[in-house]
């Protein structure tokens, strides 16, 4: 069995959801991966020779042509989805997603896979629509691994931590309120710590 894997070497869910996960696969004698950056895909018939073609949410190459590729190679397609096709307005990428009809080529990558991976229900009832093969295979890391091993310190605090990205600011804005309260209350900051990982901005660090 060859596995062709398309990624975007620039996308952490393609790192976490593609990359990782087949890194941990056994693979029978004879088996093999083959990881290709997205855009060259359109460079190399050879590429699709394979078994199975997976790749994360948006396939910008030609389905007219990979279609005549799976006749002629006879692979199956997994796509994998870990968010929502539709972008709401104020989101930093929103301008980008209508420009290129992100939205639209989503649903198509849905439509045209033999098997679509998501990561939880509510996922499931979204792209359930286009597909009825939905498999639903949680986030998860490794944790027994580098460089995920954990190496907790001892603290008598009860800590928290909210990881996330810049397109996830609108998200933080609407937890605006209770971090502001929880920030005043003195009970709270001596009993717990909260810890912001993944965006920092500069200038907002600089106002507070």
Not at 12 to 41: A, T, W
Not at 133 to 146: C, G, R, T
Not at 172 to 196: E, I, Q, Y
């Amino acid at each position: 069995m060859v596995i062709t894997i398309l990624y975007n070497p620039n996308n952490g869910c393609d790192y976490h959801r593609l990359l990782l996960p087949i890194s941990f696969m056994e693979l029978s004698q004879g088996d093999s991966v083959k990881v290709v950056n997205h855009k060259y895909c359109a460079l190399d018939e050879e590429i699709f020779d394979c078994d199975i073609l997976f790749f994360s949410r948006i396939f910008f190459y030609d389905w007219n042509k990979i279609t005549e590729f799976k006749k002629k190679y006879g692979f199956k397609i997994i796509v994998d989805f870990d968010d929502y096709p539709k972008l709401y307005y104020h989101h930093i990428l929103y301008k980008s997603w209508q420009k290129h009809k992100a939205e639209d080529r989503l649903i198509e990558a849905c439509r045209m896979a033999d098997l679509v991976f998501v990561t939880n229900e509510q996922l499931q009832n979204v792209y359930k629509e286009f597909n009825p093969n939905i498999l639903i295979v949680p986030n998860a890391l490794p944790f027994d691994s580098d460089p995920f091993i954990p190496q907790k310190e001892v603290s008598d605090k009860l800590r928290f931590m909210y990881v996330a990205g810049a397109t996830h600011q609108a998200d933080l804005n609407l937890l605006g309120g209770l971090f502001k309260r929880l920030g005043s209350d003195g009970d709270f900051k001596r009993r717990a710590t909260f810890t912001l990982c993944g965006y920092n901005n500069p200038k907002n660090q600089r106002e507070n």
